[in-house]
């Protein structure tokens, strides 16, 4: 996560999750966009870090 310049929270104050995403350049930008709008962030601290490819 540093490599991605992420600097995590204690342990206990973050949460991970997985999405999976087509792999279709257009369609990732797209559900990148949508996933930002739609996940609300409780406080101006929290956001979504990092998305990663799937390698394969």
């Keep these: 996560m ?3 310049g992420v600097t995590l929270s204690k342990a ?3 949460a991970v999750g997985y999405l999976f995403m087509p792999r279709d350049e ?3 930008a ?3 966009d ?3 709008e ?3 962030a409780p406080s ?3 956001r979504i ?3 990663r490819a799937a390698v394969g």
Excluded: C, M, N, R
């Design 2 to 4: 540093a490599q991605e």
């Design 12 to 14: 206990g104050e973050y």
């Design 26 to 28: 257009k369609l990732i």
């Design 30 to 32: 797209h559900f990148k």
């Design 34 to 36: 949508v996933i930002s």
């Design 38 to 40: 739609v996940v609300p």
């Design 44 to 46: 101006p601290d929290q």
């Design 49 to 51: 870090g990092t998305y």
